[in-house]
């Protein structure tokens, strides 16, 4: 145990709350650990899940394979992973000392100074520390001299600080501090991007998170080219170490054997991503070449260097190295059929079908979602993931393109139709002479256009951004901005169900069927997605996801009430709903609306994400609010009542009414989301802090690539959110209008004062 007088405040804080909490400060042996059957893994909140700490999951970061490392080896162990989280990154080492955990898993680099103190395992990933800097900064150059004169802030406390006091111990035109206080990566990325701090220094596995979807910044080179990152444990969990650093090595080989047989000869020879433009993935800015000349930190030595050569974000092994490394890469798009947030987990119909392919395989689905629709065969090609899942279909320009890759089993078949605005005279493809179509480059209609072309139909085929989806386009036509456009069936459908003013002229294509698409040298992966169809296919399964991401929105519901006794009655649950609300300061009426709306007053509900009970509470937000079995009917009121007073918290700036609904917003589509809608309201010139008319059209324009895929958190499904937040402010008010009104005829009824 560390002793008082050497331990910082935070330490002493710590072991103070662990003291009066009666929790124990001693370390546990493996056999304790396997007594219990659960490793206790620290983490910092931002950690917990991938999609918390940096949105919407783009690229690959070592936080998967950290994650994933360690499920393995859990459950190789027959063990269970209990996470703990610390609210800041110094807060980790304090709870292991203090026994609050047997592990740190927190994408943690080796320094001297941590392998003098602590017992670390062998290199589970390397990376490199690089310095950044905003994309029009006039700070130029891929080497030392171009941060002459200028002055640098980076993280207090961090290896970076040491790393930069080492480089300008040898050039003397190396100017920077520590900051004063710690700043999250956002908010230390916001300000290299706005320029109120010249240059910084993060991860680059942590930095690419990031700049998948900013523009703003640009990496300049990097401090130190290998950066391993370890566990660590006290010094006296040597089985632990022992057996984890066991772990590693096969886990690693596996890595290795799979980059040696890789046929392909321009594979990385670095764990970080290329330094070159052509090398790097979309949206990443360097003026790298090449890495600057200066020495390497004294611990880079040669087992360091392979454990650098091991890993490799472009990787093409078959069916047996998915298995062997535990997760699969789908490569998709972020849109509201493919894959997107919702309440801070992953969903869509392509993802919710990969999840199910993956538990079969028993192995975990990583999401990388290319900047443009496009690049999905190239990446897939190159080895950046292992199949393409994104409402794909078979074309001859994809097949003559990429004879590499393969084209798996058909699933939901669709027709291409010719949409336009209403009072259009088209009934025939020949009224499309002179005509103009807009579509996404490298989509199916391209080809579909060709054939109308070859068949002596004169119209022109203009390109959309590649970064647009066909939703967007839908909706640039009814908005005049475009011509005509071709779109799948459904994709119409959902445009006029979301109050676009288009409709259906032609049928151009017979129904083409969705694909899966994988490498052609791995056809036991591809054997596997074409058993997997040929079982689910049309399977109740199947049939649940697709209505629940293609069929019509329900149209709002009318909210019960009668009054009983002069009493207004809603639901059979009331006495709870006054209970909760008198406790966490909300209308029992409101609580009851946000009920109706969420679970139609259904207490063993439980929906596609797990969200069960009265309120829909997902099984994570009732454990952070400590309630269990939310089918249990004030279970699941108390858990929904206390987190969305934790949600109204964030909000306590705004006005009363306000608060509520972004509240409400934050609960149906994630805080996250309804961050990136109060940013981009700001920006548009619109109210961030008023939802009505203001943060409401932002949180819209969240549903178009050209806004949302330069947020964090992504595309949101506002479509779902917007008339939430609308319906239950509704039947609030109707409700509180009911008691005024009946409270008002009770007051006339009772006798004036003075009178028999």
Known sequence: MVRAKSAPFLKLLLISCCILSGIGLSARSWKEITRTKTLQVLIIDADRSSSSGFGLHRVEMPMDRQQILLRKFANEHNLRIEYRSAPEFKALFAMLDMGQGDLIAS???????????????EPFFCTREMIFTAKDSKIKGSDVSALKGRQGKVLPGTTYAANLRALAAKHKDI???ELATSLSHEDLIEQVASGKIAYSVLNECDLDAWLAYRHDVRKLFPLRRKVPLVFAARKEDTVLVSRLNKFITVYNSMYKNAKKADPKKKRAASSAPASTKKDAPKGLRTDANTPPEFPESPEENSSYEEATQIVSSEMTGDLDEIRERGYIRMLTSNNAFCCYLQKGSLAGFEYELATRFAEALNVVVVTVIPENFQDLLQYLADGKGDFIAANFTRTADRVQNHPELT???????VAQVLVGRPGEKISKP??????????????????TLRELQQKGIDLRIVFT??????LTIIRDVASRKYDLTIADETFLQMAVEGGCKVRKYLTLSEKQSYSWVVRKDNPKLAAAVNAYFRKENRSTFFNLCRKRY??????????????KDRQLVISPYDSLFRKYGKLYDFDWYFLAAQSFQESRFQADRVNHLGAAGLMQVLPAAAKEVGISDLTKPENGICAGTRYLAKLRKKFSQLTPENQLCFSLASYNAGYGHIQDARKLAAMLKLDPNVWFGSTERALVMLEDPRYYSRTKFGFCRAAETVPYVQNIMFYNYHYRQMLQIDEGQKQKEKPAPGKN
């Open 430 to 447: 020949e009224d499309l002479n002179g005509r103009t179509v807009h579509v996404l480059p490298g989509s199916s209609y391209v080809d």
């Open 407 to 413: 084209f798996c089993a058909p699933y939901f078949p």
């Open 175 to 177: 100017r920077f501090r």
């Open 550 to 563: 293609y069929s019509p929105q329900t149209a709002r519901a009318v909210a019960p009430y009668v009054f």
């Open 107 to 121: 994408n943690l680099a080796e320094t001297p100074e941590r392998k003098k103190r602590y017992l670390l395992t």
């Open 465 to 470: 951004p590649g970064d647009q989806q066909t």
